[in-house]
């Protein structure tokens, strides 16, 4: 069985409990698999589900996940592979169906999307046009700044995806997305995708990884992984610690001037 966002977002949890840390979040429209196992019939009131998009795996508010049919989901599904998507933090689609707004965030795949318009189960919905990016955008280093530009001071929040918060993964996840990059959800997942490159070999749109390892240590294997972030070029990174910004990147790692020192250690870079 199969279910959709029509939420703005929606927490994904490491348990069926409002208070449960958040794993992740599904984004409107996006669907996910619920998962039947002996887990998954704890409470009446939670789903066990894995995300399409992703293979992430959470708890979910059953009234916050839509059921689709098997016919709605081929037809849906097949809608979304070609969809365009929402390129800003933030944008507003009105539903044709009774006026009522949502708030989309960056990284939304719109279904049936043309001039300004989208269709999901049926309801239509309007939005405006300049927000929306038909397809991927070409990765060099002019498009990926003026694409990260607005995300700038995102606060980070651990499992968030989303323009009031987001985690590392999180972030390099939709950002890249934008540029037609999947990526899977976690920092040390993400590191088991692409081709490892040189820091001198490193280009705008590769993924440079960190661990807490001591700075003498070497690379850390995957499982060792805790950050990531986007090289815009061999000496800067962007990157979500407290908040998103750009910072230094050389060899040893990320160097934070507000505090005088290194606040990552770089493990290894992937290109894409």
């Not at 918060?165 to 934008?178: A, E, H, R």
């Not at 610690?241 to 493990?267: C, F, M, P, W």
């Amino acid at each position: 069985m199969v279910g959709i966002s029509l939420h703005s977002i929606i927490p994904v949890r490491a348990e069926a409990r409002e208070g449960a840390e958040q794993n992740t979040q599904m984004l409107f429209g996006e669907l996910a698999e619920i998962v039947e196992s002996p887990k998954s019939k704890v409470k009446s009131r939670w789903r066990y589900v894995r995300l399409e998009s992703d293979g992430q795996e959470g708890w979910v508010d059953a009234k916050m996940l839509a059921p689709m049919t098997d016919e709605e989901y081929s037809a849906y599904q097949t809608a979304y592979a070609h969809s365009a998507m929402v390129a800003f933090p933030m944008a507003l689609a009105m539903s044709e169906n009774n006026g009522q707004t949502i708030p989309l965030t960056a990284g939304t795949r719109l279904a049936n999307y043309k001039d300004g318009q989208f269709e999901v189960l049926g309801v239509r919905f309007r939005i405006d046009p300049s927000m929306v990016i038909t397809s991927p955008l070409e990765m060099n280093e002019q498009n990926l700044l003026r694409a990260v530009r607005f995300f700038l001071n995102i606060p980070y929040l651990w499992g968030g995806k989303n323009a009031f918060g987001m985690d590392c993964s999180g972030f390099t996840q939709v950002v890249l997305s934008l540029f037609g990059k999947q990526l899977l959800r976690n920092a040390s997942q993400q590191a088991t995708q692409g081709k490892p490159v040189s820091l001198a070999e490193a280009k705008a749109g590769d993924l440079a990884f960190f661990d807490h390892v001591g700075l003498n240590d070497g690379a850390a294997a995957p499982e060792k992984i805790t950050h990531v972030g986007i090289v815009i070029d061999p000496t800067r990174i962007i990157h979500c610690s407290g908040r998103v910004k750009v910072e230094k990147l050389d060899e040893t790692g990320i160097y934070n001037i507000e505090q005088g020192g290194y606040s990552h250690h770089l493990a290894s870079i992937v290109t894409l």
